[in-house]
């Protein structure tokens, strides 16, 4: 439909609500990408430099982080890549580890607002143990007070959860969860035949469902009550 359609849509739904809502671009992989989404008005950009080496990905994060300063706009980055995983759970590239010393290295040379860092975890579905380094959150913690990100939550054993949000994760993600939830609810809605024949009525009875989801989202990452 169009950025500017999807951007329009969501400031005009964030002004219906009473708490502060970010329009955010996930994962944009270049400057031009960003600065597109700058332009358009989204209020939170994550630039993904992560398939490139330490020095280039501070570099180039700190050329889009310039142009955020200016128009006032949060910049979220990220070090170490994170995996895909395949409808079976199965790793689907490296994930790439990230090591606190580099990190601390990285964070001399660019000044992001929040950092997600890669620590085991992985876009997708998990499938049996997952080896998540909480311990890497804790010792950058040592070193810098910027607000950290966690992405991949989808799965994730919830005690890493609320571990990682105490050694300082700000922002978690689950879209993977949200997503494929809300096509589970749509699929129960036309077989328990709540459309009536309205597309409106699936909609209305799948958003229902998804916001206990959400709300459970919210508790976890020990924001209920705050905004």
Avoid at 136 to 165: N, S, W, Y
Avoid at 181 to 189: E, T
């Amino acid at each position: 439909s169009g950025h500017d359609w999807f951007f329009e849509t969501a400031k005009w739904m964030a002004e219906k609500v009473s708490v502060p809502v970010a329009i955010h671009l996930d994962h944009g992989d270049s400057f031009e990408r960003c600065m597109e989404m700058l332009h358009i008005g989204f209020t939170s950009i994550m630039y993904d430099g992560s398939a490139f080496s330490v020095e280039e990905n501070a570099k180039s994060t700190e050329e889009v982080a310039r142009v955020c300063r200016a128009f006032g706009v949060h910049l979220e980055a990220v070090i170490g890549e994170l995996a895909r995983l395949d409808e079976q759970g199965h790793q689907n590239g490296l994930s790439n580890i990230a090591d606190p010393d580099i990190v601390n290295k990285y964070r001399e040379h660019c000044r992001p607002d929040s950092l997600s860092h890669g620590i085991g975890n992985a876009h997708g579905f998990y499938q049996g143990p997952v080896d998540i380094h909480v311990d890497i959150l804790e010792k950058c913690r040592e070193f810098t007070d910027i607000p950290f990100v966690l992405h991949g939550c989808t799965g994730m054993d919830e005690a890493l959860i609320r571990q990682a949000v105490k050694a300082g994760v700000a922002k978690i993600n689950f879209g993977t969860h949200v997503r494929c939830n809300y096509i589970n609810y749509v699929k129960d809605g036309l077989a328990l035949g709540k459309d009536e024949g309205h597309a409106w009525k699936l909609s209305s009875y799948t958003e229902k469902r998804l916001r206990e989801d959400i709300k459970d989202i919210i508790r976890l990452a020990g924001s209920a009550g705050k905004a």
